[in-house]
């Protein structure tokens, strides 16, 4: 399995509403690489509904302002980046910070 077709075009949407290039850090994982990252169970990475995108204080609000308003409903903010996903078999609406 890879990244959902979903998750990239909501991806996308937000690169062309932010008009700034994404680094991506992670994207789709599988539950091994997940486990040697420390990577929550369960994780939306690990069915390819997630990814990090690294931030800067000047472009963190930006971005997660496009993530939004390409349709991302679960959003987690931390220090240097920003994780966003679609999975369909967790809560939304979600913010979370760290």
Request: hydrophobic share 40%.
């Amino acid at each position: 399995m890879n990244m959902r077709l979903s998750t990239l075009v909501m991806l996308q949407n937000a690169r062309n509403i932010a008009n700034i290039p994404f680094k991506i850090n992670s994207g789709y994982r599988t539950i091994a690489h997940n486990n040697k990252v420390n990577g929550v169970k369960n994780s939306a990475h690990t069915r390819g509904y997630a990814v990090d995108i690294a931030t800067t204080t000047a472009t963190q609000t930006n971005i997660i302002s496009a993530l939004r308003a390409a349709g991302f409903k679960r959003i987690g903010i931390y220090k240097t980046f920003v994780h966003a996903d679609n999975d369909p078999s967790k809560p939304t609406p979600a913010t979370w910070y760290y």
